[in-house]
């Protein structure tokens, strides 16, 4: 480092501050040397078109990195950042809850939106696929417009349709406002990251961006929370319109948008990232920025940094058309844009990028195959072993003969074979889980009938009558009616919906796993910094993929809900060392646009694993276990190929 001036020494004998000024000459010990790690120069200049792309530029682009990290180091953590944690950190939580939301929501919006199988299938898919398209727009638009500025953007997005999904009755317009929705959440962690980590120090830099996972992870908590206050409690509904009833689960999705809302209101008072404002050559909004943050941590105005000098390479990009009319420079600037960001993208395919860039797709891909697949599908797993002990008590009765009699009150989980009824009345009945099969039916009146689950198989109906009742046609699939009435059939969705489960068991064991999640968020934190994120991430993997292989020998639900507890530490323990890898391993002018296309092929690998579990579940629980169990380490073994992040610097 240059030496200190007399003047210089003087001002540090009576303990003061010399302001400094870091060039590119102040801020090397060697040439090329970057924080104490020989760095490849030439790597530092792609994204740069050609014209502009020189060995200056990029010893520019290492000095500007290099005075940044000595001038963010001065600022130091603070109440600014604290701040700036609590605002995006909310965004974040938004996201978590995004994913569980529709889950949480399903068991009664089937009733009132009427939904098959299929369309709960694309309802859970299609917050997916908005995030997909999410991630890629605003990651890259962060890149060029500001990491503030989209990020606001995209929260408004999804909190916009996220009330208005609340009060829409359709199925189509409802499924729009979920899509519309994860494109905009989608956002929020491509920007989340990149932005938090450009206003703290390399320290404990992965320290401080581990702990925003940790909000990550109480927006499922928090769901889960609401969910289980809200969801099963009738009275919480009320009437809208006379012909217009907003049910519980309406209440729940305006809710679960609290913390989108409380993230856009705190970022309003927060800054652009000064890395990012440097980036582009707004040198002296940087500046400002700096000092305010400062002030803000310090309580003095004694920052000592004036000046951090831009390279030519991005005062030209600030100086772009300067001189021409406010609308031919915002069509140049647009296109500028458009071209920087499809540039970008081409980039991180091409080397120095490409080999980090593959890896780290790939690990995304396995991390969120696995992690959604058994999230999501937990419950439905524990539900089928609920269901299967629940069949196993059944009451089988066999070649009976029943005539003249009455049944009233409830029948549940029971199955008759070979009987015959005879003048038999049906009145006032609930029937839960009953089969009537190869059985016949003379003279049978049921009156005021309800049904969940209850078919008659291969049995003959003759001179029945049905009244007040919702048997529709499909319940006799196999059966030959003859001289059979329906009359007043009951007007409502004509699809048979399971009601036996306990809202309040689920929402109750989302909840425990949800808050299982929290220390790994902790653990990672504490020893990020010491280990190295590429470490963690592949032990935790590994593990996860051994933890999954056990799964498919659980045969209770106290096992089932203990197992996915312990996945649950694990993968956030994983997520958070993959989510910083992924902030620090690209420079700044990438940094969003590559967690943008990670974070949207990690979406593709959340519906392909919701998908394979849901197809396969019904085939065999050990296929989608065994597949996630394989998934898990293939991502964990090949992240040990990715570079050490405990000493990368933010180029």
Same mark, same amino acid.
């Given at each position: ?70 001038? /963010? ?32 929501? /399903? ?10 199988? !299929? ?27 500001? !990491? ?74 928090? %769901? ?28 729940? %999705? ?27 050559? !707004? ?43 406010? /609308? ?184 425990? $796993? ?97 998908? $394979? ?39």
């Amino acid at each position: 480092m240059a030496e200190e001036t007399a003047e210089d020494l003087q001002l540090i004998e009576k303990g003061e501050s010399p302001l400094r000024t870091y060039s590119t000459e102040e801020v090397f010990d060697t040439p090329g040397e970057v924080g104490g790690e020989l760095r490849d120069a030439t790597s530092l200049g792609a994204g740069l078109p050609e014209e502009l792309t020189s060995t200056d530029d990029i010893s520019g682009d290492l000095a500007l990195a290099e005075a940044y990290e000595k001038a /963010i180091d001065e600022v130091g953590f603070g109440k600014y950042q604290i701040g700036l944690y609590f605002a995006i950190g909310f965004g974040l939580m938004a996201d978590g809850a995004e994913i569980f939301i529709v889950g949480f929501i /399903i068991p009664s919006a089937e009733r009132d939106l009427c939904l098959t199988d !299929r369309q709960k299938g694309w309802l859970g898919g299609i917050v997916f696929v908005g995030m997909l398209i999410g991630a890629l727009i605003w990651g890259s638009l962060s890149d060029k417009l500001g !990491r503030k500025k989209c990020l606001l953007t995209a929260l408004k997005v999804n909190a916009l349709f996220a009330i208005v999904s609340a009060f829409v009755r359709n199925y189509g317009l409802f499924l729009f406002c979920r899509l519309a929705c994860g494109i905009g959440i989608g956002g929020s962690i491509p920007i989340t990251f990149a932005y938090y980590c450009e206003f703290v120090a390399k320290g404990n830099r992965g320290a401080n961006v581990t702990w925003l996972l940790f909000l990550w992870t109480c927006g499922g908590v928090y %769901v889960s929370l609401i969910g289980w206050a809200i969801i099963p409690r009738a009275d919480i509904s009320f009437m809208l319109t006379p012909h217009f009833e907003v049910h519980s689960w309406r209440v729940f %999705v305006m809710l679960g948008s609290v913390p989108c809302i409380v993230a856009i209101v705190l970022l309003l008072f927060m800054e652009e990232s000064p890395r990012f404002l440097l980036e582009v050559g !707004r040198h002296d909004e940087a500046m400002e920025i700096l000092r305010k943050v400062y002030r803000i941590n310090h309580g003095t105005d004694d920052f000592s940094v004036t000046e951090i000098k831009v390279s030519n390479v991005h005062q030209e990009f600030a100086d772009l058309n300067k001189d021409d009319s406010a /609308i031919k420079r915002f069509a140049d600037r647009t296109i500028y844009n458009l071209k920087g960001t499809l540039r970008n993208f081409s980039e991180l395919m091409e080397p120095p990028f490409v080999t980090v860039t593959v890896i780290l797709l790939v690990c995304w891909f396995c991390t969120s195959f696995g992690y959604y697949g058994l999230t999501l599908w937990f419950p439905e797993y524990i539900k089928r072993l609920e269901t299967t002990e629940y069949l196993k008590s059944a009451d089988e009765v066999t070649n009976c003969s029943l005539s003249s009699i009455t049944f009233t009150g409830r029948l549940e989980n029971k199955r008759y074979t070979k009987c015959n009824f005879t003048d038999v009345t049906f009145a006032e009945v609930a029937m839960k889980h009953v089969t009537f099969e190869d059985s016949l039916f003379h003279r049978v009146d049921f009156s005021d009938v309800t049904s969940t689950r209850t078919y008659f198989l291969d049995s003959i109906l003759a001179d029945c009558v049905f009244n007040y009742t919702d048997f529709f046609l499909y319940k006799f699939d196999t059966s030959l009616l003859d001289n059979v009435k329906f009359y007043n059939m009951a007007k409502k969705c004509k699809i048979d919906f399971s009601i036996d489960y306990n809202p309040y068991t689920v929402y109750f064991e989302s909840f425990i $796993s949800s808050i299982c999640g929290l220390p790994g968020c902790v653990v990672t934190a504490l020893v990020i910094d010491k280990i190295g994120a590429t470490s963690i991430y592949a032990t935790f993997t590994i593990l996860c993929g051994v933890g999954a292989f056990f799964i498919w020998w659980v045969d209770t639900e106290i096992s089932a809900v203990a197992l996915s507890c312990i996945i649950q530490f694990m993968s956030l323990c994983n997520w958070s060392a993959i989510d910083v890898a992924s902030t620090l391993l690209y420079p700044t002018s990438k940094r969003a646009t590559a967690f943008g296309l990670l974070s949207a092929f990690s979406r593709v690998g959340g519906v392909l694993g919701n998908v $394979s579990f849901g197809n396969f579940l019904h085939v065999s629980r050990a296929i989608p276990v065994l597949l996630a169990a394989a998934v898990f380490t293939a991502g964990g073994l090949l992240a040990l190929k990715l570079p050490d992040t405990r000493k990368t610097m933010l180029v």
